[in-house]
């Protein structure tokens, strides 16, 4: 089966989609994978290593829209040197090039929809999901998005992302009690406010308990100006971007992962299509507190995994943080059905699942 996979998000930009798409092109073996996505810096380096053919087009450093045009106008060029058996559109942008191939070449194609897109381009993102053979949602929220957009049932599959395991280590978690949160200072709906305001409530019970932030971006100065107002300076260390090793490290030491994300009323984007960041958590044993809303109900199981919270809530939020940090025997617990619950998300058996609908879509 020949796949030709058009997405504008790719590494080695990093990002949630980004993530995705890159590790279920490489977790398909029984398929041919050609990828076309945007040329960025560190893309040569990236795509002589990568274990798929990838092709570049326009540049992500141009106006978005332009790139995302020139983008399907070579996926117009790859398809008929490549003739693949079904394209996979990462993203509705890419969803234009596939719609004109399946007229023109009749050649099916499948929409990966991640939620967002929903809000910020409606139109594109309806036309996407009624055109498309079959339309694949990283989590039930996403889902009932599609159909509200007028997707056809029976051609929604819900997978959600998948995960790369590490190996399963047990890191003594020493030192006081760590609460990590990991996830960019760019939107506001992750919550970051939220736990600036929840901690102190969180001291009064766990005098001792610590903030780590990963992550860097543009509200990272409003964070600031909220650690300072709720008097938690000496609690928190803001670690700015770093590699996947050192993240990974964090997470390894944490005793909790805490990002409340909200579906925020007009402000920046939807919620959370899924949070694979969750799953990042889950997969060293660390349970996760979340909000109750959009995608991050797909990726914690309350009561099992973590705890689901109203996300607006500073002191619901503070409550299920102090409640995990001052009971560890039960975060524990949570941490190791967190592991188990990652393990069912381990990308060959997510990828076995994409490609049924592939090859469904194919036949």
């Not at 600036?196 to 308990?209: F, I, K, M, Q, T």
């Not at 100006?225 to 000496?234: H, L, M």
């Not at 990726?299 to 940090?325: F, K, Q, S, Y």
Request: aromatic letters at 4%; hydrophobic letters at 45%.
């Amino acid at each position: 089966m020949r796949v030709l996979v058009i997405t504008p998000d790719f590494p080695p930009d990093v990002g949630g989609i980004q993530e995705l798409m890159g590790s279920l092109v490489r977790s398909l073996p029984a398929a041919e994978v050609r990828v076309l996505a945007l040329g960025q810096a560190g893309a040569e380096e990236y795509d002589r290593t990568a274990e798929v053919e990838v092709r570049r087009s326009a540049s992500t450093e141009m106006d978005r829209r332009l790139a995302a045009l020139r983008l399907n106008a070579r996926s117009l060029v790859e398809a008929r040197r490549f003739r693949p058996d079904v394209i996979l559109s990462g993203h509705i942008v890419a969803s234009i090039g596939a719609v004109l191939l399946r007229k023109a070449l009749g050649v099916p194609f499948v929409q990966y929809v991640h939620a967002d897109e929903f809000r910020v381009r409606p139109r594109l993102a309806a036309l996407a999901v009624r055109s498309a053979d079959a339309t694949i949602a990283v989590s039930r929220y996403t889902r009932d998005m599609a159909l509200a957009a007028g997707a056809d049932p029976a051609r929604v599959r819900v997978i959600p992302p998948g995960i790369e395991l590490p190996p399963e280590v047990d890191v003594p978690r020493e030192g006081p009690p760590t609460l990590v949160t990991v996830a960019t200072l760019k939107f506001s709906r992750k919550g970051h406010d939220v736990i600036a305001r929840a901690l102190p409530l969180v001291r009064e019970r766990v005098p001792d308990a610590r903030w780590i932030v990963v992550g860097d971006g543009p509200l990272r100065g409003a964070l600031e100006e909220a650690i300072a107002a709720n008097g938690i300076g000496d609690a928190v260390e803001l670690r700015g971007r770093v590699d996947d090793a050192e993240r990974d490290r964090i997470l390894e030491r944490a005793d909790v992962f805490c990002m409340p994300s909200r579906v925020p009323e007009g402000g920046d984007v939807g919620g959370e299509g899924f949070g694979i960041v969750y799953l990042e958590a889950a997969a060293r044993g660390v349970p996760s507190i979340a909000g109750e809303v959009a995608g991050a109900r797909d990726a914690v199981v309350n009561g099992e995994t973590g705890l689901l919270v109203d996300p607006t809530d500073h002191v619901a939020v503070a409550g299920a943080i102090a409640e995990l940090l001052a009971d560890p025997e039960r975060a524990h617990r949570m941490g190791t059905a967190a592991r188990r619950f990652a393990e069912s998300h381990a990308w060959p058996l997510i990828a076995a699942r994409v490609e049924e609908v592939l090859r469904g879509v194919a036949r």
